[in-house]
């Protein structure tokens, strides 16, 4: 007997007991239907926290901070060190570090570090409100953009350094400061209230440039150095000398193709130096961690019902091999050699296997399909961008694959005890 026709006789053999297969392949279909599922929204949420949350680092970009006194990893919170929140000498950490954050001598020490090529230090605005033409006043934490940052514009474009004052707005601020939607805002002034140091309130204007879109994360609004400027010398009205500068983070930039072993040299020497950097990877990997756990949990299940759909398997096929014992002995009798009979049962587990995994994906498909939009304009509405489910043509051919791997491996008991049987035996069988 050829391949083809052990592979033919297999599938006709499958239905001979159409009841006892079809319950068979139901167990398989609900472990395949799981693991499709499960699959295709771990890897649509994951691609949308990519997309989110890489929005606060370009590639070659480190998110500086100045490092706890206890280290990089204390337990509890840092204790309190007098000497360093005066910016005094400190035990723990360099001498000059600025109370609460950096200033620009912990700057200048951040960008002599071997492998950083430029250091631009995260700047917030002191802003009480913005208001547009007729409309209320809002709060808006607004921040002085950097080249770290990569907006996801609605409308617009990000903030120029080289033009007059310009703020880019969430999108959630269009509509509240009176405008139809976000191409309608561009272009179109606002003003920011700001209050001085003795008190006095000052009003400083603005353009809008840019709406970005709503997502996981709210980096708020952000203004390009003309605002910045602006609104300091709004705020420091009042205020006799200079006032010294302080940072609460800073971006650090590094080659982008520096290579894994040269981002952690960079880490260990700012560490050195009292600080320590963080990658976009570091800052998104809490929440990938969280959702392959989520992920990981739910297919676990899905494995476990297919490990109940093995037994189904087994015993189909050792109620087929009973079944068919006079007819396996008469194939032996006729030439057939026992390794083309464990391949014929073995083929039927696979196909077992194949049916219940092909049709449990494809439902999964045309269900993430058909809920997918209305989730989105629904559940998720508030997260656009987000798409829940993302089948990838990989992932479903591997999981159709394991399933007829587990299907062959629960088939080689059947398969085996029908090619050790005797052909004369089995043809004197009742």
């Keep these: 007997?050829?391949?083809?026709?052990?592979?033919?006789?297999a599938v006709q053999?499958?239905?001979?007991?159409?009841?006892?297969?079809?319950?068979?392949v139901i167990a398989i279909f609900i472990g395949a239907f799981t693991l499709t599922m499960t699959s295709a929204i771990g890897a649509g949420v994951s691609s949308f926290i990519d997309s989110q949350v890489g929005a606060i680092g370009a590639p070659g970009v480190l998110a500086v901070t100045p490092a706890p006194a206890d280290g990089p990893v204390a337990d509890g919170p840092a204790v309190y060190d007098p000497e360093r929140a005066t910016g005094g000498a400190s035990i723990d950490g360099p001498p000059g570090m600025a109370?609460?954050?950096?200033?620009?001598a912990d700057l200048e020490r951040i960008a002599e570090v071997e492998g950083i090529t430029g250091v631009s230090p995260m700047v917030s605005m002191p802003v009480d409100y913005i208001a547009a033409a007729g409309s209320q006043q809002y709060e808006l934490p607004i921040d002085l953009a950097s080249g770290a940052f990569i907006p996801d514009l609605a409308?617009?474009?990000?903030?120029?350094?080289?033009?007059?004052?310009?703020?880019?707005?969430?999108?959630?601020y269009v509509e509240a400061l009176g405008y139809t939607d976000a191409e309608a805002a561009i272009g179109q002034p606002v003003t920011l209230g700001v209050t001085d140091a003795v008190g006095e309130h000052h009003e400083v204007g603005a353009v809008i440039a840019g709406v970005t879109n709503p997502g996981l994360l709210s980096l708020g609004a952000e203004g390009n150095q003309a605002l910045a400027d602006a609104v300091q010398e709004a705020q420091q009205s009042g205020i006799t000398g200079d006032?010294?500068?302080?940072?609460?983070?800073?971006?650090a930039?590094?080659?982008?193709?520096?290579?894994?072993e040269q981002i952690a040299a960079i880490k260990v020497d700012l560490l050195e130096a009292g600080f320590q950097g963080q990658t976009t990877a570091d800052q998104i990997g809490a929440f990938k961690t969280v959702i392959d756990v989520v992920t990981g949990i739910l297919n676990a299940f899905a494995v476990i019902a297919l490990l109940a759909a093995?037994?189904?398997i087994v015993n189909t096929l050792l109620m087929s091999v009973q079944e068919r014992t006079r007819e396996i002995g008469l194939m032996k009798a006729m030439g057939m050699r026992s390794g083309k009979v464990f391949g014929l049962f073995s083929m039927e587990a696979v196909f077992i296997g194949f049916l219940g995994s092909a049709i449990g994906a494809g439902v999964a498909i045309l269900t993430g399909l058909i809920a997918a939009p209305l989730l989105a304009e629904g559940l998720f509405a508030e997260l656009p961008g987000l798409e829940i489910v993302r089948f990838e043509p990989l992932s479903v051919a591997v999981i159709i694959a394991v399933v007829m791997a587990i299907a062959f491996l629960a088939g080689t008991?059947?398969?085996?005890?029908?090619?050790?049987?005797?052909p004369i035996e089995a043809l004197r069988y009742e």
Excluded: C, W
Aim: proline share 7%; glycine share 6%; charged share 25%.
């Design 13 to 24: 053999n499958t239905f001979r007991s159409k009841l006892r297969t079809s319950l068979t």
């Design 310 to 312: 093995g037994f189904g």
């Design 253 to 260: 930039t590094i080659d982008p193709a520096s290579t894994p």
């Design 99 to 104: 109370a609460g954050g950096m200033n620009e």
């Design 1 to 9: 007997m050829k391949t083809r026709d052990v592979i033919a006789s």
């Design 155 to 172: 409308a617009g474009a990000a903030v120029d350094d080289r033009a007059e004052r310009q703020v880019q707005l969430p999108a959630d």
């Design 243 to 251: 006032v010294a500068p302080v940072y609460l983070a800073t971006n």
């Design 413 to 422: 008991l059947p398969a085996r005890r029908a090619a050790r049987q005797h």
